[in-house]
């Protein structure tokens, strides 16, 4: 790994402010537009084990698409795990942002620059 990504709506104002941390940091790292450049559900479940997150612990609920799917009220439990990843694949804009995958191979929801400075903290032991 060694390098950080971070997921971004540039519309969001979270999703800025963690660019301008990030800058003012002078930390490198790769800009993944997802709602253009949307990620399946394989890499989605990828980021999930990251994470050590369920899907619907990064999702959106509040967002037009979960009210027409009806998401509130899915259950939340193994067996539907795929379904919510299916439709987190389906409607990306319903992915929690911004998320960075930190230099380590974890990830953090960085909605606060508490969390952005966690993923910058993250850094490979020295000599990897």
């Given at each position: 790994?060694?390098?950080?990504?971070?997921?971004?709506?540039?519309?969001?104002?979270?999703?800025?402010?963690?660019?301008?941390?990030?800058?003012?940091?002078?930390?490198?790292?790769?800009?993944?537009?997802?709602?253009?450049?949307?990620p399946g559900a394989d890499e989605i479940r990828g980021v999930?084990?990251?994470?050590?997150?369920?899907?619907?612990?990064?999702?959106r609920t509040g967002e037009a698409a979960a009210r027409e799917?009806?998401?509130?009220?899915?259950?939340?439990?193994?067996?539907?795990?795929?379904?919510?990843?299916?439709?987190?694949?389906?409607?990306?804009?319903?992915?929690?942002?911004?998320?960075?995958?930190?230099?380590?191979?974890?990830?953090?929801?960085?909605?606060?620059?508490?969390?952005?400075?966690?993923?910058?903290?993250?850094?490979?032991?020295p000599g990897r």
């Amino acid at each position: 790994m060694g390098s950080m990504e971070i997921w971004i709506n540039p519309a969001c104002s979270k999703s800025r402010g963690a660019l301008e941390l990030l800058d003012a940091e002078g930390a490198e790292y790769t800009v993944r537009r997802y709602l253009e450049d949307v990620p399946g559900a394989d890499e989605i479940r990828g980021v999930l084990g990251r994470l050590g997150l369920e899907p619907w612990d990064i999702t959106r609920t509040g967002e037009a698409a979960a009210r027409e799917l009806g998401l509130q009220e899915w259950p939340r439990d193994a067996d539907a795990r795929e379904r919510w990843i299916e439709a987190l694949a389906a409607h990306p804009v319903l992915i929690q942002r911004p998320i960075i995958t930190a230099a380590d191979g974890t990830a953090v929801v960085a909605r606060t620059d508490e969390a952005v400075r966690d993923a910058l903290g993250r850094t490979l032991p020295p000599g990897r």
